[in-house]
């Protein structure tokens, strides 16, 4: 009887089954299907988004005719360039303002919205988060008709009280106000939807102790709410740091870069430069400037996104 | 002790304080909704003007008497006149079909994709995955224009099925990331059952995953299609002739001519156009959320 | 004909941690078996070779004759009842039940005559079009039995499916698992962790500890012939007593000195086997349940001790009383009713005919 403990039996290794061809074995296995449903993903990434990267950085090397390469040429002739330099400063003053702006409104906004019960917050949420809903070019295209010089309603309603007209979008610092002020309204309710997502996970129990503990609202701010957010509030900021930073709806529609080149972000500057004037590779040079903002955040995203991850067990 | 009791039993002071506790509760919740009710108004401002002009006649814009904010001979006019207008109608067409087009295509290759990645472990999957959510970083300002040479030299420029090939990568990066982390919290044993109840894996997909994920699979839907509808650099960078413009360009390249704004007419085609994203949002509220904080917050 | 034979199975993982170090075990056919050990032992890693979900790193399975190794799990005419039930939440009772014959397109009649047959065993009539979320634990488990029942398959293999679930309903499940296997009678492997499971539902148990098999043998025969120590200790609660002593000559057989004071006579039939082992030490083993308070057993090879107790347990039915001998804490059983205090002395009857001898170096009972 085979009772008892381990029996080496006398079988040979493994009587091995007949094997079909190596390609038929690859085929069957499951790793390869993983690959093969993953393949349209890597076409995409790697057409479509990898190689038009490279393409451009070898373009913005190239010289306008894009026949002989010309190093950094096309950047440091952009780099001359006055205009050039006010992209830089319009690109870093909005994109830094503005997510500032939208992070602390949001988050604002957010804990509002926690104060309120639940049951509510889903009405309220429902309009606060049209702003993001309508296509950023069309939203843009009404605030252009409401900073128009002639037609512009607040400017009525500024009149109205006594005050002088603005010049919105005609003088350099009043446009960019608006710049401002219209991805404000775009992007604030992100920021708030993302807050308070987050606010809604930070254990009561947490503000209880505190309380007990003997703080304030603020100070229940300060040593509960802000560190357990620190994760969401870095990656919220670094992302829309990199989504605002290469914005071009709002900068075209308002400004298309005026007046007089003074509000042009690096898309528009590209677009203008690329498409318009046709110097391809001088375009391409404008938009690769944008590669090293984003390439920080990004690693930073990666690193709070993987942080998360480990809290989360 | 009952709290009421205890509050009777105390001293006048501290029922003084309990008592303006109570009031300060009281006031930071009417607070919140005066507050919130504030930044609704702000916000809803544009659309509001959207609207108010949309049904003005061009005679009442330009004659700019009374308050703007409000119309005071309102009209269909300009809604009718562009819903007769073939330039529009083409536009609005061009936008539902290539959208269609992208979200079936974005979310079949996003669907399989994530499906691999979350739970078909190969050579590089990890690499992939982390990969795939970079490309969502780069944005599209940085790939246009060397896309203008690859669509040139494929023949697509001008063509409204460029789109096709290019609104893909907005949208299929972030549709594999929220389908990821659905799938990922699918649990293990599910799919062991079915393999011996004798699912090979794309029965497995099919019948169980997507059902399951169902959510997930709407708000990657959701996303997509808002991203193609929405879309403005990509049309303007490559579509040069109004047949094959979509609404976003159509209505800001085309309907904008010279110095004569047609406001009226303006403001309601971008009604009209910003309506379906808006619709979808309204009765999807939900699942359009999810997608939303699907991305950052599902670790 | 074996319906179920593992032989040589060897699984390591990566990293070289070697799970299951050399299976062999022949089942038979309508044979209900119980794969019972503690975690990490093996057992449900076998489990999943048998199924198909692991790989083998070597050895063979085969099952109904057939060598299944590289054969997939839906074609090895297996079903699997999980710890969690995995029922898919999208799909009622029914179709959770019908998935794998919808899947191998059986006609629609023979799937609805098998569902109910299934239904009717298990007592899932009315539950038949709700879906998991609105079942209870017990019910879902039974959905999970149902949706292997339905296959017909050669084998059922349970990998602990009444560990989630809380102690009572464990019991009443425990009894309908068994009822199952005797109306339907299909070959069972079942792995768990709780001895009393394997005992009460098996056949035959096969003990497992770190990757092999101490022993395989019907429930009374791992009660009461253990091969080792790890055996002897892992069946049975509560757990068997084991007291370091000394085998010494007296008379002319043998005794066990536990202590100065303490020294049983070994029953003289087990005096030759045991000779070998005379002045060296070893271990005794003696379950609680030999332990009990002063009576005629009817037997001879019964001693009286007087031990002082530390600690007793009224459980009711039966009191556990602990004491010292030399250093070791000691578990005996004895009668609700007999006078048990802490702090006093209480004699106790030892019936020495269900002792081990067992050697301490390599934990085998002589």
């Known amino acids: 009887m085979a009772e008892g403990t381990i029996s080496i039996t006398a079988l040979p290794a493994a009587r091995i089954p007949a094997r079909r061809s190596p390609m038929r074995r690859w085929l069957g296995h499951r790793s390869t299907m993983g690959f093969l449903m993953a393949l349209p993903l890597i076409a995409v990434v790697g057409g479509l988004v990898v190689y038009p990267g490279i393409y451009a950085i070898a373009l913005s090397l190239m010289d306008r005719r894009m026949t002989h390469f010309v190093g950094l040429h096309n950047f440091a002739r952009l780099l001359e360039r006055n205009t050039f330099q006010l992209v830089i400063f319009q690109s870093c003053l909005f994109a830094i303002t503005a997510v500032v702006l939208k992070a602390i409104i949001g988050f604002a906004l957010a804990h509002l919205m926690h104060n309120i019960p639940t049951r509510k917050q889903r009405a309220f949420r429902g309009f606060l988060l049209i702003p993001w809903v309508i296509p950023l070019a069309l939203s843009t295209l009404v605030w252009w008709w409401l900073f128009d010089p002639s037609y512009s309603a607040f400017n009525w309603a500024l009149n109205k009280i006594g005050l002088a007209s603005v010049p919105w979008l005609g003088q350099p610092w009043w446009a960019r106000f608006c710049m401002i002020w219209v991805n404000t309204w775009f992007g604030t309710p992100f920021f708030m939807i993302m807050y308070l997502a987050a606010l809604k996970s930070v254990p009561e129990q947490l503000y209880e102790a505190a309380a007990i503990d003997g703080a304030s609202a603020i100070q229940k701010l300060y040593l509960v709410t802000l560190p357990m957010l620190r994760n969401v509030i870095s990656i919220t900021v670094l992302f829309s740091l990199i989504v605002t930073f290469a914005n071009f709806d709002i900068v075209r529609i308002l400004t298309n870069g005026g007046p007089l080149n003074t509000t042009h972000m690096f898309a528009t500057y590209a677009f203008q430069i690329g498409i318009q004037s046709g110097d391809i590779p001088l375009g391409a040079a404008v938009s690769l400037f944008m590669l090293p903002i984003l390439a920080i955040a990004s690693y930073f995203i990666l690193r709070g996104i993987t942080q998360r991850s480990k809290d989360a067990y | 002790m009952s709290t009421a009791s205890a509050i009777a039993a105390a001293p006048p002071s501290a029922r003084r304080r309990h008592a303006s506790l109570a009031r300060q509760r009281r006031w930071a919740l009417w607070g919140s909704y005066a507050a919130l009710a504030v930044f609704i108004l702000m916000f809803l401002v544009p659309p509001f003007y959207m609207l108010m002009t949309s049904l003005k006649s061009s005679a009442e814009i330009s004659a700019q008497t009374g308050n703007p904010w409000i119309v005071h001979h309102p009209t269909l006019q300009n809604f009718i006149y562009l819903i007769h207008y073939p330039p529009f109608r083409r536009y609005f067409w061009n936008s539902v079909w290539v959208t269609a087009c992208v979200v079936t295509v974005s979310m079949v290759i996003s669907v399989l994709a994530a499906f691999s990645l979350a739970r078909i472990k190969f050579w590089g999957s990890n690499t992939l995955a982390t990969g795939v959510f970079l490309t969502y970083l780069i944005p599209e300002s940085l790939l246009f224009i060397p896309l203008f040479q690859v669509l040139g030299a494929l023949g697509l420029i001008n063509s409204a099925a460029c789109l096709v090939l290019v609104f893909p990568t907005l949208a299929v990066p972030f549709c594999t990331w929220i389908m990821i982390g659905y799938f990922s919290s699918i649990p293990k044993e599910l799919d062991e059952a079915a393999l011996i109840d004798g699912a090979s894996w794309m029965q497995i997909l099919l019948k169980i995953f997507i059902p399951v994920a169902f959510p997930g699979i709407i708000a990657a839907t959701i996303f997509a299609f808002t991203i193609s509808w929405g879309d403005f650099l990509y049309p303007l960078a490559y579509l040069y002739t109004a047949n094959q413009m979509t609404l976003t360009v159509g209505i800001i390249s085309d309907l904008i001519r010279g110095d004569v704004f047609e406001w009226g007419k303006i403001m309601a085609a971008a009604l009209m156009a910003a309506a379906p994203p808006v619709l979808v949002y309204a009765f999807l509220m939900d699942y359009y959320v999810a997608g939303l904080t699907a991305g950052a917050t599902k670790g | ?366």
């Open chain 3, 1 to 366: 004909m074996s319906q179920v034979s593992l032989r040589s199975v060897v699984k390591a993982f990566e990293g070289g941690v070697q799970a299951v170090k050399g299976i062999d075990l022949e089942i038979e056919d309508e044979e209900f078996v119980v794969l019972v050990g503690p975690s990490g032992c093996g057992k449900s890693t076998t489990l999943r070779m048998v199924a198909g979900l692991e790989e083998l790193t070597s050895g063979e399975i085969w099952i109904g004759g057939g060598l299944v190794n590289d054969v997939p799990p839906r074609d090895r005419d297996i079903a699997m009842v999980f710890q969690n039930y995995a029922l898919y939440p999208h799909m009622n009772v029914f179709d959770n039940m019908a998935f794998g014959l919808k899947l191998r397109k059986f006609p629609v009649a023979e799937i609805k005559r098998r569902v109910d047959k299934a239904a009717g065993i298990l007592h899932l009539g009315e539950l038949l079009d709700r879906k998991p979320k609105a079942l209870s634990g017990g019910q879902r488990q039974r959905v999970a039995m149902g949706r292997a029942i339905v296959r017909d398959p050669k084998v059922f293999l349970f990998d602990e499916p009444l560990s989630n679930l809380d102690a009572k309903l464990r019991v009443d499940m425990r009894t309908e698992i068994k009822k199952v296997h005797q109306t339907v009678r299909t070959t069972t492997i079942y792995v768990t962790h709780d001895q009393v499971e394997a005992m009460t539902l098996a056949d035959r148990v096969v003990v497992m500890n770190q990757g092999e098999i101490e022993q395989v043998g019907p429930p009374q025969e791992l009660y009461h012939k253990p091969l080792t120590r790890f055996v002897a200790g892992f069946i049975g609660s509560p757990a068997m007593n084991f007291l370091p002593c000394r085998l010494q000559a007296a008379g002319g057989g043998l005794a066990i000195r536990l202590s100065d004071e303490i020294i049983l006579p070994v029953p003289p039939e087990r005096t030759e086997r045991y000779a070998r082992y005379k002045d060296q030490p070893v271990t005794l083993g003696i379950r609680p349940e030999h332990m009990t308070e002063l009576r005629d057993h009817g037997r001879p090879n019964v001693v009286r001790i007087e031990p002082v107790m530390d600690v007793i347990e009224p459980m009711g039915m039966e009191t556990l009383v602990h004491f010292w001998i030399d250093g070791t804490l000691v578990c005996g059983r004895v009668d609700p009713a007999a006078p048990a205090n802490a702090g006093q002395k209480m004699p106790l009857s030892v019936d020495l005919n269900h002792m081990h001898l067992i050697e301490p170096e390599d934990g085998r009972v002589v």
